[in-house]
């Protein structure tokens, strides 16, 4: 079925009780409240992310960066001329395609983008009203140039429970190959959506009569309808969709069909959606202009098939401050399709007047959308084992932003879609400032240095700082300790027992060369780790330990030696558990272990031991599996398994013990942890298990302590393929993971898109009876 797109999120009118203010005059402030930093035009986004003071620091400019503008129009109106001879648009935009029926918002958004990071050149590509137009303008921005996209698009023909549509498609090809990519978490305001178990009661309604209908009710006081407050001439979308695959994606289509009936204040049935659907998409969509504003009832009945009694989520997006509200809201929130794909970082809106730079308190804008979002079915249409919160807002950056367009709306500018080229432009500024840098890394930076407020489920992890977020990355790429080529991916360190060695630089599909490493002079050396240990960023070194318990990094130029250090002489008692960055600056630190269970962290200037901290361990019985930062704080945290399976995650500040706790949840003794590492692209690592009898994986998805999800994965590869270790191979900011098979010396290595295994490739290997060593 044809669906409506939402389009691109603009407001039509500014907040309640706002003063309009013309293009190119400053946000607007009180006195009172007005800044030595006050700005004007697109500027003002600039001072309220901090990111002018950051680059009058830094000099970061964006340069040699080109942000991506996927939106509505750019210069329908024919004045873009203007816009860049003047200075408010850099000189040369390069514009892929465009719409001569748009308002030119997407000019807007480039406005936005150029006041953050003026050295940034920019590209625009239309939308062009569709999923299959959103996708088709990010593969055109990805061929052009781009390494950092946004969009302001929603479209009601986006799945509310499922991922894998083409939009999502593109954004993680985008993503895998390094990019970086922003999307508006829309406009539909936090209660326009109503979620639940479809509870089907016989019932008569007007206009429809006999139908099986959701009871929002009790079974003593059953209630056909839920009420829904609409402002007259608004156009609304009505997107209702339930838990069944999409047939547009993997060709199961929906078992049963469900409709919805719009009542007026007067009881009057004025729209119905309810097109049969059983084979089809699981979803019911079109616009609706309420003629008066008031309570209108909303009714949803089955159409096809039989009483499902599965999850249904209906969101009403009227697209203004003045939102449309459920009286019953609940559910997952109103952050649907592409908005929430965990491979996007997902943007909400925060009026620059409202931000510390302006004097003001922080809260989120009354018509932003909120998450977290839900994901009920892998890619393939298959139901998850439980379903996957995917925690939609991710950060949220300025809007009331002024630009030189004519429509009311946009000068200044509010929305979401004000707020997602802000932040994408802060992006730009962290990779000019670091091209290695990867989705995950800018995505964790971004949380952990905004500045928290309100609902997380509205506002994500706060405003953006540009400045903190520089600091955090501009000199670091420790999450990825095996990049030996420094190239922001992770190389295969291979050993045959015998104490030879082989390097592989892996880029994506592509494996660039082997070549020979010599281990430290004598016998009984091993590589057991690799870390940054040069104070370069992202230059890894290989650390090596000898039988009698001496430690030796070697610093690394790609295969090449440059350097060889003894770190220092544990003992024999001690083993390395690995590397990890405990202190959360450059330099790895090293991990230890005793016979007993107890830990020495030994604290790393370079290669040399700045303390050696003693960590007393859980007891007897548990041994350090890993090491991840599973809270998304730019520290490692320590990853506990006992003899019987059960696990234990210590989340760490520095040297101390921050929290403790046992995970509800036993995969028993058979279940080995295969590696820790970011497979979700939430800035925060997951652990991948697998069961030694059978190959079995499982994924488990980290919120620091917290096991979010755990996902059965599935390989194609066979019988006698063991997955071996996770790490960074493609640049999307999710880690991959190395399988190998011991019998024929064969390695591949699988990307994980949306938790579930994707696109597998075999690796060159130096043979049988060699093993790849992971940080």
Same mark, same amino acid.
């Given at each position: 079925m044809a669906v409506p797109g939402i389009g691109s999120h603009d407001l039509q009118k500014n907040r309640v009780g706002d003063a309009s203010a013309t293009a190119g005059s400053s946000v607007q402030v009180t006195a009172a409240t007005a800044t030595a930093a006050t700005a004007t035009g697109a500027a003002a986004a600039a001072v309220a992310l901090g990111a002018d003071a950051a680059t009058a620091a830094t000099g970061f400019t964006g340069a040699g960066v080109k942000i991506g503008i996927v939106s509505d129009s750019f210069d329908a109106l024919g004045t873009a001329g203007t816009d860049e001879a003047d200075g408010t648009l850099p000189a040369g935009v390069q514009v892929l395609k465009d719409s001569g029926s748009g308002r030119d918002e997407g000019r807007a958004m480039a406005e936005v983008a150029h006041g953050v990071a003026p050295g940034a050149d920019i590209a625009f590509c239309a939308a062009g009203g569709s999923v299959a137009g959103l996708a088709s303008a990010i593969a055109s921005l990805e061929?052009?140039?781009?390494?950092?996209?946004?969009?302001?698009?929603? %479209?009601?023909? #986006?799945?509310f429970f499922q991922m894998g549509d083409a939009a999502e498609k593109a954004i993680s090809a985008f993503t895998s190959a390094g990019g970086v990519y922003f999307t508006a978490a829309s406009n539909a305001g936090p209660d326009s959506s109503y979620e639940a178990a479809f509870s089907g009661t016989a019932a008569t309604l007007p206009g429809i009569g006999s139908a099986t209908a959701m009871n929002f009710g009790t079974a003593a006081a059953p209630r056909f309808t839920d009420a829904l407050t609409l402002t007259a001439g608004r156009t609304t979308t009505i997107d209702l969709q339930w838990a069944q695959p999409w047939a547009s994606i993997d060709g199961a289509g929906s078992a049963y069909s469900l409709a919805v009936a719009i009542y007026d204040p007067s009881g009057n049935l004025v729209k119905t959606f309810a097109a049969d659907q059983v084979g089809g998409d699981p979803v019911q969509s079109g616009c609706f202009t309420p003629s008066v504003s008031g309570t209108y009832a909303v009714a949803v009945t089955v159409n096809g098939g039989t009483d499902p009694g599965g999850t249904f989520k209906i969101v009403a997006n009227d697209d203004a401050s003045a939102a449309a509200v459920f009286a019953g809201s609940k559910g997952s929130g109103s952050v649907i399709?592409?908005?929430?794909?965990?491979?996007?970082?997902?943007? *909400?809106?925060?009026?620059?007047?409202?931000?510390? !730079? %302006?004097? *003001?308190?922080?809260?989120? #804008?009354?018509?932003? !959308?909120?998450?977290? $979002?839900? #994901?009920?079915?892998?890619?393939?249409?298959?139901a998850l084992a439980g379903a996957r919160t995917l925690h939609a807002v991710d950060v949220s950056g300025p809007d009331g932003i002024a630009t030189s367009l004519p429509a009311s709306d946009l000068a200044p500018f509010y929305g979401t879609s004000c707020a997602t080229p802000a932040v994408a432009a802060v992006g730009a500024l962290m990779k000019g400032a670091n091209p290695s840098l990867d989705a995950g890394e800018i995505e964790s930076a971004l949380k952990a240095s905004a500045l928290p407020f309100g609902s997380a489920a509205q506002s994500g992890s706060g405003l953006v700082q540009e400045g903190a977020a520089l600091a955090l990355t501009a000199e670091s790429n420790t999450s990825i300790h095996d990049d030996l080529f420094r190239d922001?991916? +992770?190389?295969?360190?291979?050993?045959?027992?015998?104490?030879?060695?082989?390097?592989?630089?892996?880029?994506?599909?592509? #494996?660039?060369?082997?070549?020979?490493?010599?281990?430290?002079?004598? +016998? *009984?050396?091993?590589?057991? !780790?690799?870390?940054?240990? +040069?104070?370069?960023?992202?230059?890894?070194?290989?650390?090596?330990?000898?039988?009698?318990?001496?430690?030796?990094?070697?610093?690394?130029?790609?295969?090449?030696?440059?350097?060889?250090?003894?770190? *220092?002489?544990? /003992?024999?008692?001690?083993?390395?558990?690995?590397?990890?960055?405990?202190?959360? $600056?450059?330099?790895?630190?090293?991990?230890?272990?005793?016979?007993? /269970?107890?830990?020495?962290?030994?604290?790393?200037?370079?290669?040399?031991?700045?303390?050696r901290t003693a960590i007393d361990g859980p007891g007897a019985g548990w041994t350090a599996a890993g090491i991840g930062d599973f809270d998304g704080d730019g520290r490692s945290d320590i990853l506990w398994r006992n003899a019987s399976g059960a696990l234990a995650v210590w989340i760490m500040d520095g040297t101390s013990v921050a929290s403790e706790l046992q995970l509800p949840t036993n995969p028993g003794a058979g279940w080995t942890v295969v590696g820790t590492g970011d497979m979700t692209g939430d800035g925060k690592a997951d652990i991948l298990l697998q069961d030694a009898a059978t190959g079995a994986l499982d994924l488990w998805a980290m919120a620091g302590a917290a096991v979010t999800s755990a996902t059965a994965l599935s390989s194609t590869l066979g019988a006698g393929w063991q997955a071996t270790g996770v790490g960074a191979f493609n640049g999307s900011g999710r880690d991959g993971i190395l399988f190998e098979d011991a019998a024929t010396g064969a390695a591949a290595i699988a990307d994980v898109s949306h938790g579930q295994i994707g696109r597998t490739h075999a690796v060159a290997t130096p043979g049988a009876g060699w093993t790849a060593t992971l940080a």
């Open positions: 061929a052009a140039g781009c390494t950092v996209i946004c969009d302001d698009t929603t %479209y009601a023909d #986006e799945p399709g592409h908005n929430m794909d965990p491979a996007a970082i997902t943007v *909400g809106a925060v009026d620059a007047r409202d931000t510390p !730079a %302006y004097g *003001g308190t922080l809260r989120s #804008e009354a018509f932003g !959308a909120a998450g977290p $979002g839900e #994901e009920l079915f892998g890619d393939t249409g298959t922001g991916q +992770s190389a295969l360190l291979w050993q045959d027992g015998g104490g030879a060695a082989r390097l592989s630089q892996v880029e994506g599909d592509a #494996e660039l060369g082997t070549a020979s490493v010599a281990p430290p002079a004598g +016998s *009984g050396w091993s590589a057991v !780790a690799t870390g940054d240990f +040069s104070g370069t960023a992202g230059q890894s070194g290989i650390l090596w330990r000898n039988g009698d318990g001496r430690l030796v990094v070697d610093a690394m130029d790609g295969a090449a030696e440059t350097a060889e250090t003894l770190v *220092g002489d544990p /003992g024999a008692q001690w083993d390395v558990v690995g590397t990890g960055d405990f202190g959360g $600056g450059v330099d790895s630190d090293i991990l230890l272990q005793n016979k007993a /269970g107890d830990l020495d962290l030994l604290a790393m200037k370079g290669t040399a031991v700045q303390s």
